[in-house]
Structure formats: structure tokens, C-alpha cells
């Protein structure tokens, strides 16, 4: 992602899962209560902002994990390296080496 996408995509995406969480521990503690919405606005308001900035810190760091991961699994099946796509592993993978990551090759 680039620009201004990749500001965004974490702040949209942490707050949909804060949000979601938030909603379903509330009900489960609190029930329904006639203030309840206050309830989930108020801790949303403190949970969001910490969410955002574990999110920016954490995608890319996931992002490069996630083929490595999957990398070593097709590794074990005798596959193909899902990063490079060559028959190596990710121990001996010169793409990983390099430490291209996912700037130089796109996986679909």
C-alpha cells in the first residue's frame, strides 16, 4: 500500500475489530443496560486510538511473516516456495535472503 492507504487501511480495520469486540464483551458483562451505548461509545473512545497504533506497528510486520509461514509449510509438503515459486526452501530461499519481503514480488 502506498500514500495515504497505508495510514488509512489500519485505522479503518482496528476500529471495526475494536468495535466489534467492544460490542460483544459489553453485552456479555453488562447486558443491556438503558446506558449501554454510552457505554460502548466511551470505551471505544480509548480502545480505538491504542488499537490503531498496535495496528500500524503490527501489519507490516505480519505481512512479512505471513508467506514465510506459508513458505515453510509448502516447504514440508514439498512444494514450491510460495515467496520466490521456485522448488527451495525458506532456508535457502535467495529472495528471502536478499530480504526483498513482498516489496519485490507480488503473491496472489
Request: charged share 15%.
Amino acid at each position: 500500500m502506498e500514500g495515504k492507504a497505508r495510514y488509512i487501511f489500519p485505522a479503518v480495520m482496528t476500529a471495526m475489530i475494536v468495535f466489534m469486540v467492544t460490542l460483544l464483551v459489553s453485552a456479555l458483562n453488562l447486558g443491556f443496560p438503558p446506558d449501554f451505548l454510552w457505554h460502548l461509545t466511551r470505551v471505544d473512545f480509548v480502545t480505538c486510538p491504542v488499537a490503531g497504533d498496535v495496528g500500524f506497528f503490527a501489519i507490516p510486520v505480519v505481512r512479512r511473516l505471513t508467506p514465510r509461514m506459508v513458505a515453510a509449510i509448502e516447504d514440508r509438503r514439498g512444494r514450491t516456495c510460495v515467496v520466490c515459486g521456485q522448488p527451495c526452501s525458506p532456508a535457502t530461499c535467495d529472495f528471502i535472503a536478499a530480504g526483498a519481503g513482498l516489496r519485490s514480488k507480488s503473491i496472489a
